[in-house]
């Protein structure tokens, strides 16, 4: 997968959600970098690797297997991953399976719905299946903008495309092929047996203002992981780390000291 990297130490792997690769974490590394080897990977058929082969599928659980096959080959020992969204559901698929390649992990509201019980998981109301099911064709109709419009804003909040910096726009562009494919690998639910696995602490962080089921999934992750704790970002909503990533860094960094 291709990656960068900066500064030294301990190794600090971030995992990218929708629409996003390795640019998405420009200000972590930037922030970070002063304690920390800072490593942002991009998932396979993410930019610049669009034109990953087809023949390689593009798959939430293919890519929890690549995070640790990355973690091997780069050769700095486990790591302490962070994933936001759908990154964030990869992240924690990878803990669960790799246990030895991860030290700590940091799940930013992490995407894919709670399974409680004997009920059914979690779904979307159908009015934003179809909203997304409408940008996906929009995007593979050739109205890109608009497509990405209903997206972006659905997962955050009304307005934030509008609102974006030209650089997410750009990223979000870029990688605006991978939004149909995404949409044919539905993420996995969260089970308490599934949680059960994973050995290693956790920190949990959403926004203030992130959309509600963002927000369910992190308190009730909090509630069923061995070794958790959660934080808010005040004022942010989905894409915290952007809006205030030296708020989100010191909740990084403060994680990650009081684990050692």
Same mark, same amino acid.
């Given at each position: 997968?291709?990656?960068?990297?900066?500064?030294?130490?301990?190794?600090?792997?971030?995992?990218?959600?929708?629409?996003?690769?390795?640019?998405?974490?420009?200000?972590?590394?930037?922030?970070?970098?002063?304690?920390?080897?800072?490593?942002?990977?991009?998932?396979?058929?993410?930019?610049?690797?669009?034109?990953?082969?087809?023949?390689?599928?593009?798959?939430?659980?293919?890519?929890?297997?690549?995070?640790?096959?990355?973690?091997?080959?780069?050769?700095?020992?486990?790591?302490?991953?962070?994933?936001?969204?759908?990154?964030?559901?990869?992240?924690?698929?990878?803990?669960?399976?790799?246990?030895?390649?991860?030290?700590?992990?940091?799940?930013?509201?992490?995407?894919?719905?709670?399974?409680?019980?004997?009920?059914?998981?979690?779904?979307?109301?159908?009015?934003?299946?179809?909203?997304?099911?409408?940008?996906?064709?929009?995007?593979?109709?050739?109205?890109?903008?608009?497509?990405?419009?209903?997206?972006?804003?659905?997962?955050?909040?009304?307005?934030?495309?509008?609102?974006?910096?030209?650089?997410?726009?750009? /990223?979000?562009?870029?990688? =605006?092929? +991978? $939004? #149909?494919?995404?949409? @044919? %690998?539905?993420?996995?639910?969260?089970?308490?047996?599934?949680?059960?696995?994973?050995?290693?602490?956790?920190?949990?962080?959403?926004?203030?203002?992130?959309?509600? /089921?963002?927000?369910?999934? =992190?308190? +009730? $992750? #909090?509630?069923?992981? @061995? %070794?958790?704790?959660?934080?808010?970002?005040?004022?942010?909503?989905?894409?915290?780390?952007?809006?205030?990533?030296?708020?989100?860094?010191?909740?990084?960094?403060?994680?990650?000291?009081?684990?050692?």
């Amino acid at each position: 997968m291709p990656y960068v990297e900066q500064g030294e130490g301990e190794l600090l792997l971030f995992v990218h959600g929708s629409l996003c690769d390795y640019r998405y974490w420009d200000a972590q590394l930037a922030g970070l970098s002063k304690r920390y080897r800072c490593v942002a990977v991009s998932l396979t058929h993410y930019w610049p690797a669009a034109d990953t082969p087809a023949t390689i599928p593009f798959s939430w659980s293919s890519h929890a297997d690549e995070v640790a096959q990355f973690i091997e080959r780069f050769g700095a020992g486990a790591a302490h991953v962070v994933g936001h969204s759908r990154g964030g559901c990869v992240a924690y698929h990878f803990a669960r399976r790799h246990a030895h390649h991860v030290k700590t992990l940091t799940l930013a509201d992490p995407g894919g719905p709670l399974r409680i019980g004997d009920r059914a998981p979690a779904s979307l109301p159908e009015t934003v299946n179809a909203l997304r099911a409408r940008a996906a064709h929009l995007i593979e109709e050739g109205q890109v903008d608009a497509g990405l419009q209903l997206f972006v804003d659905s997962v955050s909040r009304p307005g934030f495309w509008s609102k974006s910096t030209p650089n997410f726009r750009r /990223m979000a562009t870029d990688n =605006a092929h +991978t $939004l #149909a494919r995404q949409f @044919r %690998d539905p993420l996995p639910a969260y089970t308490p047996d599934d949680a059960a696995d994973v050995k290693c602490p956790v920190l949990l962080i959403d926004g203030e203002k992130s959309p509600l /089921m963002f927000r369910r999934t =992190a308190e +009730t $992750l #909090a509630s069923w992981l @061995r %070794d958790a704790r959660r934080e808010t970002v005040m004022g942010a909503s989905h894409g915290m780390n952007l809006a205030h990533p030296a708020a989100f860094n010191r909740l990084v960094d403060a994680f990650v000291q009081a684990t050692r």
